[in-house]
């Protein structure tokens, strides 16, 4: 049957045609072309990962990008392209594609512990990347008295916005006086601060062997009611 088949396909002048092989490198190209047009110059693109080579039919091949490109984060994203031989699609094609906005910034010219002072902070400036935000220019770095490092920090990462946070005006391990007020009846007595509190916080604190909360008054002092 196999030889009646194959004899049929040469009397007629059927010829079979090799697959082709439509490379990754192409499709990286195109997808990075694609995802170009629609960012603004001073966006740098590259492929993150070139995707597989994909063999194709014989015929007219049509590769078209897919408007409008998937952002997966602020400094990511992932262009489609839709294969097709002949007008019927073989596949969709995703191509990750990451983003560099590279420009003047500060980074950290030491490294430097969680609760280091804004002010002892030692920075330099460096060419870093805004594409994922909260980096911050040198134009906007003015570093507080009342502000400190919220988390470790290494030399020669970017200064992020959110590296800093409002010093506490308590700190853990703190001892303060606590107070409770009753009918024309004032109880004082030390506590042991358990964690960081501004004004308004309700922090817990230990009285001897009972942990309890206490408020923290808005105005400097050091006498906080139960």
């Known amino acids: 049957m196999l030889q009646t088949l194959v004899m ?13 092989l439509l490379t990754g490198t192409e499709l990286a190209d195109i997808a990075l072309s694609a995802a170009r047009a629609s960012e603004p110059q001073h966006v740098r693109l590259s492929v993150q990962s070139r995707p597989n080579d994909l063999p194709l039919p014989p015929g007219t091949r049509e590769i078209s990008a897919l408007p409008n490109p998937e952002p997966t984060a602020r400094n990511r994203l992932v262009q489609r392209l839709s294969v097709r031989v002949d007008g019927r699609l073989i596949r969709i094609v995703a191509v990750p594609i990451q983003r560099s906005v590279l420009a003047e910034g500060w980074v950290y010219a030491a490294d430097h512990r969680a609760g280091t002072s804004a002010q002892s902070v030692r920075l330099q400036r ?3 990347d805004f594409a994922d935000g909260g980096r911050v220019a ?7 008295a009342e502000t400190r490092l919220r ?9 992020r916005s959110d590296d800093f946070e409002i010093r506490p005006s308590l700190t853990r391990h703190s001892e303060v006086t606590v107070h409770r007020q009753g009918e024309g009846v004032r109880v004082s007595r030390s506590a042991i601060v358990l964690e960081d509190a501004s004004g308004g916080d309700a922090p817990r604190v230990r009285i001897g062997n009972r942990v309890v909360r206490a408020q923290v008054p808005r105005a400097e002092g050091h006498d906080y009611a139960l």
């Open 151 to 159: 988390r470790r920090v290494r030399a020669g990462s970017a200064v």
């Open 138 to 144: 040198p134009s906007d770095f003015q570093p507080l």
């Open 126 to 128: 460096a060419i870093v």
């Open 8 to 20: 049929a396909a040469v009397l007629t002048g059927v010829v079979v045609q090799p697959r082709t």
